[in-house]
Each structure stands twice: as C-alpha cells, then as structure tokens.
C-alpha cells in the first residue's frame, strides 16, 4: 500500500512548480534554471493547450540551474517553457526579458497576471527585423510589470537550427552596458575578419595566387555565418528579408566550407595525394556544396545536422594533412596545424553544444568564433610563412649561385698566369656586356616613364610625381596648379590625315607645351591627345592665365607637315589649385579636368585643314 501511494503522488510531484521568481532590484536575473519545461511533437500546440498539459503534470522541472539548462540541442519539437513570476510592493522599473540566440525560428511569449488577461509577444528570425517590437539583434520583450503582483509566463520556442533558450531578465541600463561590451566584441572580431581580408586581398592583386583569393572568400563567408548566428545579418544586412537572415548561418558555414577545404587543397599541394587521401577535400566540398544546396532547398534541419557532422570530418582531417605536411617540412605548415587545432577545437565544442551535450555558457556558445578568429589568424600567419620560406629558398639559390660564380673566379685567378690573355679579353668582353645590360637598363627605365612618342612623362611617373610636388608646396608654404589640357580639331587630322601625320602633330604639340614653360614644370602626355602640365610656385590666378594663354597660342599656331602644307589645332585649358581649390591630388585633378570640359564645350570647332 505504501508503495502504490508513492507511485500515485509521482505525477504531482513531476509537475509540481517551482517557487516563483521574485523580480528583485538586481540589474540581471538569469531565469533559464527556474523554468519547467515540456517538449511536444507532432500539431502544434497552443496556450490553451500548454496550460492544460500543466495541469496535468505535463511540465517537468529543468536539469540544471544555469543557461545550459535550456540547450536542447537539434531537434523538431517545440518547447513549451513556463514560469512564474512576483513583484515586490515596492517595485519600479522597467524590465526586457532577452531570448539569446540568435538563429532561432519564432519565439512566442505568453505573459498573464494572476486571474487576468494574456499578452501574446511574438518573435524570431522568420520574422522581419524591421518588424521586431525591440531593434535587437537578440530576441527581447518589454514585460509591462505591475507592483506586488504575481505572473505567469510561457515561452514557446522551435527552430530547425540548434534550439537553445537562454533567458535572463534584464533593467534597460544593465543591458544597454552589456550590449556596449558584447558589441565591442563583436566588432573586434568582424574588425580583424575585414583587416585579414583586405590584407589578403591585396596580396592576391599583387601576387595574382589564387589561393589568396580563395582565403579572402573563406573568410568572408565564415563572417557571414558567424553574423548570422550572432544576429547580425538581420540586423545590418538583411532587416526586411527574414529568409536570408534563416538561412545565414547554415549557409555561411557550408560556404565557408566548400572554400575552406579548397584552401587546404591548394594549400597542402600534392600532401594529400601522396598520402592516397587526394580524393578527401573534394569529396568534403561536394558535401558541403549540397549541404548548401539543401538549406537554399528548404531542407534546413538536416542540412543544420549535416553541417555540424561534416565541419567536425573537415577539421580532423584537415589537421591530419596539415600534421603530414609538417612532417614533411611543408612550408607554412606550423601555422597551419596550429590553425586547424584552434578550429578543431571550436568545432568539437559548438556541435557538442549544437546536439545539446555541452551547457550553453559564453564559451561554448562562442566556440566557433573564437576557434575561427584564431584560425583565420593563425593562417594568414600560415600564408606569411609560405612567402618567406619561397623567399628564403629564392634567396639560398640564389646565394649558392653566388658562391659557385665566386668559386669560378678563384679557379680563374689561379690559372691567371697562362690564361691571363684570355681573362683580360673575357673580362672586356663582360665589361661591354655589363655596359650595354647598364644602357639597356636606363633606356627601359626611362621608357617605362615615357610616353615612346612624345618624350614626355607618362601618366605613371606623373602620379607619381603630383603628390611629391603637393608636399614641396605644403613645405615651403607656396601653391601649386595643375593644367589639364586637351586638343581641339585632333580627330580630323587622324582621320582625314592618318595617325602618321596625327603623330607628327603631337610630337610638335608637346614640343611647344614644354618650351611654354618653366624648367622647373613638368609637361606628360596621359594619353590620346590629353596633356597635363604642373606648375609649381604658381599660386596666382593672374600668373596661371599667362600660362594658360601662351600655351593656348602656341599651340594654336599651324603645324607644317613633312610633305607640304600644314594643319591647325588648338587646345582647351582648365586648371586647378593647390592647395586653394582641392585638398588632394583626386579632387585637384577633377577640378582642372572639368575646367577643361568646360571651356571645350563653349568653343567652336573650325575645319584645321
């Protein structure tokens, strides 16, 4: 008899309540140890339902105290949280109760005093952030809380992403200061993602090495990933289109994915095939390809599980590559274990809490941005060492051609006393060689920065030469202009005349515009018929104007051809100041450029034959 008693009390204690939580004056209340919970599966299930399910016992207390206690992992049931709350007499203030995490699919809460109406509050990441009653990247609740009363609160929650609840009540002043902190943090990984990826990227248009440009990729789509489970694609990427804010951070990830492994195939080079493993990264892109695919497909909650899987796959067995190719001295393969142990570990950490076998904490439910950004930090470094270990090989070669060429001089000057004839003739010989590789070398410089036609500068050595002229001025406390100058009547002549005699016509021109000006001033060629001229210590409208109107006379002035007759050309002047109009060589430029325009568009075009 006693023990039927005790089996008949079981229900009632299983659904028992604990004691409600008295809102106190402390800034944050972590409520996510005080609910019951119950997971219900199949049709969905209401309030009216939910509280039924309650009465008889349906709701079981929480294993666990803190915001690990509400991880659950992934799962398709919908979890019924429910609690109950008091308010002293004395009570002041307002409180937002915070949902955080991020990713989860819809989030209704269900607010009563005792004996009184319910408030429905409803959100998550089908919904619009544009949308949302509170703009936060997290789910929030403004709980309009009333003094000495006591209240009733479900918390229905589903997602075909990890579903995990961690709830805390907060005063508005506390979490606006905790947001302060969380988004620093934020911004000092996001700002270190953007930092390696432009580093990276600029290293790929100065080396033109794919692999840089597969990294820059890499990482940017592990930041939208990252952001997508921190709640930030919905707030700054995508606020009015809930679907990309879903499918952020299992599509980020399987993006990440799929240029992550190609990294580490190109990375590790002909590795993996040695090892007969050359089928390993292609077979993990396919799989996070369609992984991809299926989230895109509407497939979210297997293609959440697949990716959590497959990420641990990839990381173990991108660290067992890494540790070959450090085992066979791989350059940057130090960094490059070290990288894949900092993501591994992250890895192991978030799918652990992902199937819900590890408590939600800071930590864990940061492993992957933390691994990541170490990663992602470690692999630059990786990437760094593989130039400098290619460099130092470059250099150990060419050191050793050094040493063999000093190796042939000494065997020279041993056999000097018989060969010194031939030595004396070959050492002319190389000494002419020399000389005409030295005038080789001047003539390529020079025309480097040249134009072949002219004479004149070019536009890269004119880029060039702007800003040093800028800084002269700025030192010297005196003004600068810069002229641009275009042709007027030009094309005629090219196309009635032919470009032999277009050519003669700017070689004259340039020869003109060089003996208008200073010595000190620098004439180039930018191209076509457009010159530039840079006047420096020349600060003065009045001056400027001379200038401009002796090169527009000189100019102006008939060309006579070759083979008889001649052509006529003019030319339209704008110019700008420094540093009086423009700051910088950008704008400075413009500014003179549309001078020009300006004066062409009001001039008549005569026939120059």
């Not at 005080?34 to 009216?48: K, S």
């Not at 953007?194 to 940017?220: E, H, K, M, Q, W």
């Not at 492993?367 to 130092?392: F, H, K, V, W």
């Not at 000097?416 to 410089?445: C, I, K, M």
């Amino acid at each position: 008899m006693l023990l039927l008693a005790l089996v008949a009390t079981l229900p009632a204690v299983a659904g028992a309540s604990p004691e409600p939580v008295a809102v106190g004056d402390q800034p944050r209340q972590s409520l996510s140890g005080a609910f019951t919970v119950h997971r219900h599966a199949g049709e969905p299930l209401g309030l009216e339902g939910a509280r039924a399910i309650h009465r008889e016992g349906g709701f079981r207390p929480l294993e666990g105290d803190d915001a690990g206690a509400t991880n659950f992992g992934l799962t398709r049931d919908a979890i019924w949280l429910r609690l109950e709350l008091t308010t002293p007499e004395d009570f002041a203030g307002r409180r937002l109760l915070e949902v955080a995490h991020a990713s989860l699919d819809r989030v209704d809460l269900y607010l009563a005093p005792a004996g009184g109406e319910w408030r429905h509050y409803r959100s998550g990441d089908h919904i619009p952030f544009s949308q949302r009653a509170l703009p936060h990247r997290h789910h929030l609740f403004d709980l309009d809380l009333e003094p000495d009363t006591a209240y009733t609160l479900y918390l229905r929650v589903a997602s075909e992403g990890t579903l995990t609840v961690p709830v805390t009540l907060w005063e508005a002043e506390a979490l606006w200061q905790h947001d302060q902190v969380a988004y620093t943090a934020l911004g000092l990984y996001y700002g270190l993602l953007i930092a390696l990826l432009i580093y990276n990227l600029f290293l790929y248009l100065s080396l033109r090495d794919p692999l840089y440009l597969i990294y820059v990729a890499f990482i940017g789509t592990l930041a939208v990933g990252q952001a997508g489970l921190a709640g930030l694609t919905g707030q700054f990427l995508w606020p009015d289109h809930p679907w990309l804010t879903h499918l952020s951070p299992t599509g980020g990830v399987s993006l990440a994915g799929v240029f992550g492994a190609l990294f580490v195939q190109r990375f590790l080079g002909d590795t993996p095939a040695r090892l007969h493993l050359g089928w390993f990264m292609p077979a993990v892109i396919v799989g996070y390809a369609a992984t991809f695919l299926a989230a895109v497909a509407g497939y979210y909650h297997a293609a959440a599980m697949v990716v959590n899987g497959l990420s641990l796959v990839f990381a173990v067995g991108a660290l067992a590559l890494g540790a070959a190719a450090l085992y066979q001295r791989q350059p940057g393969a130090r960094f490059f274990v070290l990288a894949w142990v900092a993501l591994l570990a992250g890895v192991i950490v978030i799918a652990l809490h992902n199937l819900g076998l590890l408590a939600s904490n800071a930590v864990t439910a940061n492993a992957l941005l933390i691994g990541s950004a170490l990663e992602m930090l470690l692999l630059s470094l990786a990437l760094a060492d593989r130039i400098n270990t290619l460099q130092r090989a470059r250099d150990e070669a060419q050191e050793h051609a050094l040493r063999l060429r000093q190796e042939m001089v000494e065997a020279l000057q041993e056999s000097e006393r018989t060969l010194e004839s031939r030595v004396a003739a070959r050492t002319r010989d190389l000494e002419r060689v020399n000389q005409d590789l030295r005038e080789s070398q001047v003539q390529l410089e020079y025309q480097a920065g040249h134009d072949p036609l002219t004479g004149l500068v070019n536009r890269k050595v004119f880029a060039e030469l702007l800003p040093r002229a800028m800084a002269r001025a700025d030192r010297h406390g005196r003004g600068l202009a810069l002229l641009v100058a275009d042709l007027d009547h030009f094309k005629p002549v090219n196309d009635r005349l032919g470009h032999a005699v277009g050519d003669a016509v700017l070689v004259e021109v340039a020869r003109r515009l060089g003996a208008s000006v200073r010595e000190t001033d620098t004439v180039a060629r930018l191209g076509g018929d457009e010159f530039v001229v840079l006047l420096e210590e020349a600060g003065e409208v009045e001056a400027i104007e001379g200038v401009v109107a002796k090169l527009t006379s000189e100019v102006a002035r008939p060309v006579a051809l070759e083979g008889g007759g001649q052509v006529r050309v003019g030319v339209s002047v704008g110019w700008a100041r420094y540093p009086a109009d423009a700051a910088d060589a950008e704008t400075l430029f413009n500014l003179a450029d549309r001078g020009m325009y300006h004066r062409k568009s009001g001039r008549a075009i005569p026939d120059p034959l």
